[in-house]
T-cell receptor
């Protein structure tokens, strides 16, 4: 059965800290992996990764995919209180429209 | 450009009642999705529609039906609500010819008593 596992489940840090969120997957015929940020309402898209070893960056956020070891990490440097959210990882198998989501990591950044 | 809209935002039903959750997108996307989100469970796919005129079951379709009314609209119907269907429901859409990024609606919080 295809599955996506995120760790840790929750994390509390102070402003300025760096955090690493993990997403591992067991999916038949992997096609792509996506990261979303969910604050109070709808998830918003952060990154999509399809190739191994290529880092995607957007400001203080970056993500990398390891297709051999079947995981991805999301790094957030110099965290701010506005980074507090649930971060979701989703994997899309090839040849399907279905997205398989992990349970998410809840990040709380304290001032 | 409103993106993905959902109605209602909140709903309380009694067990056995029926209702339809509405979703519309104005981005001319061909694919649309319905998810439910429960505490500690992440997002689980209920139904999806790859294109106008087609619908397929996702991970948790039991107790639900869908209609892809046209390219813009994708509705989710609960024929006989049960307490286990208490959840937050999200609709999403994407342009499958461009990529895999999904755009989500604001969600409907449904409570079944």
């Amino acid at each position: 059965e295809d599955k996506v596992v995120q760790s840790p489940l929750s994390l509390v840090v102070h402003e300025g800290d760096t955090v690493t969120l993990n997403c591992s997957y067991e999916v038949t015929n992997f096609r792509s992996l996506l990261w979303y940020k969910q604050e109070k309402k709808a998830p918003t898209f952060l990154f999509m990764l399809t190739s191994s070893g290529i880092e995607k960056k957007s400001g203080r956020l970056s993500s990398i995919l390891d297709k051999k070891e079947l995981f991805s990490i999301l790094n957030i440097t110099a965290t701010q209180t506005g980074d507090s959210a649930v971060y979701l990882c989703a994997v899309v198998p090839s040849g399907t429209y279905k997205y398989i989501f992990g349970t998410g990591t809840r990040l709380k950044v304290l001032a | 450009n409103a993106g993905v809209t959902q109605t209602p935002k909140f709903q309380v039903l009694k067990t056995g009642q029926s209702m339809t959750l509405q979703c519309a997108q104005d981005m001319n996307h061909n694919s649309m999705y319905w998810y439910r989100q429960d505490p500690g469970m992440g997002l689980r796919l209920i139904y999806y529609s790859a294109s106008e005129g087609t619908t397929d079951k996702g991970e948790v379709p039991n107790g639900y039906n869908v209609s892809r009314l046209n390219k813009r609209e994708f509705s989710l119907r609960l024929e006989s609500a049960a307490p286990s269907q208490t959840s937050v429901y999200f609709c999403a859409s994407r342009d499958s010819q461009i990529g895999y990024e999904q755009y989500f609606g604001p969600g409907t919080r449904l409570t079944v008593t």
